[in-house]
């Protein structure tokens, strides 16, 4: 187990970015004297090679999109090595792991995967059971892993290079951009989210030498930019301000966006200013929805008033807000959906709102808190497992082909690099459809294409 490549960690799709998923396990192995092999799927060919020589692979599954592949790239390495231990970790391995450890995967890890994946290492390069605290198998389920572990540096020396990753796009130019975690977790409870059921409440802080370790060694890759990745940024403030901070004082030119609730932006709106003299320049808000019925449902911590005082709050402070939605719910109405596409054009937003957003359905995983609401059983229509979520149907059936229709939409304008505020006229316009309205006028094609945009990354996906 100690030779180059007899441990393979594999990252399957990581939202655009470099993967950390992998670089921390494998930085973790090291110490203790293994020498494993990274591949990147969403970047580079599958390699049969590397799956054939390794007794153990690993594979990261953060996300739903990743899982989905995931599963087909266990099934590539089981058939070029049928004897390896193959393990998967990751939030989505531990909530599905009912059903991959009853279809092929050997083991399973949700939470904190670098420790339990070391001893894993250990206990099978000494012939024994593949058993350790926080792994589980099909004969021994095991928890979460939460115990809180040094992490060294990332290692990212044999990861594909920065460059084949998704870029700041700013004032007309793309750069380099890097990602780093300064917590792990979240404090809160939202029943939609899949962090909640693996880490129940709880985050872990990075040590500040370890982020800013790697946001160095980022940087002398050509990152000119950082994504702080952390699942709320504002969980720790701070450590979020001690963080920042050290960036700025280290490389005062390089900036950075980072993720944070509306309830967090509200409660911390001191600390906006001094964020973006730090360097920040936008941040991501999972807003969700303007319909406090939804809110409610959801437990996202915040009411539809609150997200313009947090939008106020954000561009005061000289920082781009980017919302996010979850555009269709079982309690989503029509009104609620042109409501979000009305405050997206009345605050200027349309530029700040990938299009895929206006499509994104609830996902609704084995394990999520979701399934616990007596307000989603009426709708639910069981588990696609094959698919790794609930099936719900929306009672509105203007809805559901609403969905549809504005799925196609934003296919269809991502791959031929659509202008948003086109995209977002179709959108309106099946929506006003929908609604057994007359659209109004479509957008001119002739729309400036040097208008000024807010900085966003290039990949527009988020789960």
């Known amino acids: 187990m100690n030779a180059p490549g007899d441990i393979l960690l594999i990252a399957c799709y990581e939202l655009g970015h470099q993967p950390l998923s992998i670089a921390w396990p494998a930085a973790v192995l090291a110490e203790r004297g293994y020498a ?72 399973v890890i949700g939470g904190e995967p670098e420790q339990p994946l070391a001893d894993l290492a250990d206990a099978l390069a000494a012939g024994q059971e593949p058993r350790a605290p926080g792994v589980a198998t099909a004969v021994a389920p095991a928890p979460p892993h939460l115990r809180r572990h040094p ?24 750069e380099v951009a890097g990602y780093v975690e300064a917590s792990r977790g979240c404090l809160h409870l939202c029943r939609h989210c899949p962090i909640p059921p693996v880490y129940g409440g709880r985050f872990f802080a990075v040590p500040r030498d370890t982020v800013q370790a790697d946001i160095r060694q980022q940087v002398a890759a050509g990152a000119t930019h950082i994504t702080f990745g952390d699942p709320d940024f504002l969980n720790g403030p701070g450590q979020a301000l001690a963080v920042a901070r050290g960036l700025h004082a280290e490389f005062p030119e390089i900036t950075f966006d980072f993720t944070a609730k509306v309830e967090h932006l509200l409660r911390h709106r001191r600390l906006l200013p001094e964020l973006a003299a ?53 309690w ?70 609403l969905h549809m229709a504005v799925a196609a939409v934003v296919a269809e304008a991502a791959e031929h690099g659509e202008d948003p505020a086109i995209t977002f006229a179709r959108v309106r316009a099946h929506w006003a459809a929908a609604a057994g309205l007359t659209p109004g006028p479509a957008v001119a094609t002739g729309l400036p294409r040097d208008r000024t945009r807010p900085p966003r990354m290039t990949e527009p996906w988020f789960c």
């Open 36 to 107: 494993p092999a990274v591949l990147d799927v969403s970047v580079e060919p599958f390699d049969p090679q590397k799956a054939a020589r390794a007794r153990l692979v690993a594979v990261s599954v953060p996300m739903h999109t990743a899982l989905r592949v995931a599963v087909t790239v266990a099934e590539r390495v089981r058939a070029v090595n049928p004897g390896c231990h193959i393990c998967f970790f990751g939030l989505y391995a531990h909530l599905n792991a009912g059903h991959l450890l009853s279809h092929g995967v050997d083991s």
């Open 151 to 174: 992490l060294p540096r990332p290692s990212r020396a044999s990861l594909p290079a920065l460059k084949k990753y998704a870029r700041l796009e700013r004032a007309g130019r793309r």
């Open 278 to 330: 730090l360097g920040a320049i936008f941040v991501v808000s999972a807003v969700e929805s303007l319909s406090d019925t939804v809110l409610g449902h959801l437990a996202k911590g915040h009411a539809r008033a609150d997200v313009g005082e947090a939008l106020a709050a954000v561009r005061g402070a000289g920082i781009a807000f980017h919302p996010t939605w979850v555009a269709f719910t079982p």
């Open 332 to 401: 989503t109405t029509l009104e609620d959906y042109r409501d979000m596409l009305d405050f997206v054009e009345r605050e200027a937003l349309v530029d700040h709102v990938d299009p895929v957003q206006y499509s994104l359905r609830l996902l609704v995983p084995p394990g999520s808190l979701l399934l616990e609401s007596p307000a989603l059983r009426p709708f639910l229509d069981g588990l696609v497992q094959e698919e790794f979520s609930y099936r719900w149907a929306h009672p509105d059936r203007r809805m559901e082909a």
